[in-house]
T-cell receptor, first 115, second 114 residues
Framework: DADVTQTPRNRITKTGKRIMLECSQT?????MYWYRQDPGLGLRLIYY???????NKGEISDGYSVSRQAQAKFSLSLESAIPNQTALYFC??????????????FGEGSWLTVV | GENVEQHPSTLSVQEGDSAVIKCTYS??????FPWYKQELGKGPQLIID?????GEKKDQRIAVTLNKTAKHFSLHITETQPEDSAVYFC?????????????FGKGTKLSVKP
């Protein structure tokens, strides 16, 4: 089984609908992240959480919200999906140390298409 | 904040040749530079990293070099094989707050032709 599991793996939704992407991890890491990947734009950070009570905005948080339900669970929501949110979304985890520079472990991604 | 530029965006090489991908960064305070490989249909995976206290690091056929003065670092893959075909991302650690987050380049799609 994967250490970082994302559900759903693929979803097509309509403009204006609310959609939630879920992530769970078995690595025991405190830090969790949501990234978005678009062709030619690389990986951009949406939100990150360094522990259950710590939620922070990343580079491109507008239009998204997150919830850290437990150490192992971190969900991403699009309250009212729009077509330019069509992308590949990755959940990721890492250990926590004071200096950073820790390996980030990615899930296998969730393809979201907004029509 | 940190900005990471990656070149080229696509690279095609013949099996057995070498491949080089280059990245530049803007924040002189950055001190951690990993490289991730993303195979088709999978999430990125760390393949090698380098910290600013060293100039070069090697792991079998892959190596990374860092030039802090010029603020650039490169990934070198020797004796390329078809399984090296993937998208490669460089990244730099952004000290924007008390704890940094990686800033990724836009990726290089490497194709190794048999």
């Amino acid at each position: 089984d994967a250490d970082v599991t994302q559900t759903p793996r693929n979803r097509i939704t309509k403009t204006g609908k609310r959609i939630m992407l879920e992530c769970s991890q078995t690595k025991g890491h405190d830090r969790m992240y949501w990234y978005r990947q678009d062709p030619g734009l690389g990986l951009r950070l949406i939100y990150y959480s360094f522990d259950v009570k710590d939620i922070n905005k990343g580079e491109i948080s507008d239009g998204y919200s997150v919830s850290r339900q437990a150490q192992a669970k971190f969900s991403l929501s699009l309250e009212s999906a729009i077509p330019n949110q069509t992308a590949l979304y990755f959940c990721a985890t890492s250990e926590s140390t004071g200096t950073g520079g820790n390996t980030i472990y990615f899930g296998e991604g969730s393809w979201l298409t907004v029509v | 904040g940190e900005n990471v530029e990656q070149h080229p965006s696509t690279l095609s090489v013949q099996e057995g040749d070498s491949a080089v991908i280059k990245c530049t960064y803007s924040d002189s305070a950055s001190n951690y530079f990993p490289w991730y490989k993303q195979e088709l249909g999978k999430g990125p995976q760390l393949i090698i990293d380098i910290r600013s206290n060293v100039g070069e690091k090697k792991d079998q056929r892959i190596a990374v070099t860092l030039n802090k003065t010029a603020k650039h670092f490169s990934l070198h893959i020797t004796e390329t094989q078809p399984e090296d075909s993937a998208v490669y991302f460089c990244a730099g650690l952004n000290y924007g707050g008390s704890q940094g987050n990686l800033i990724f380049g836009k990726g290089t799609k490497l194709s190794v032709k048999p």
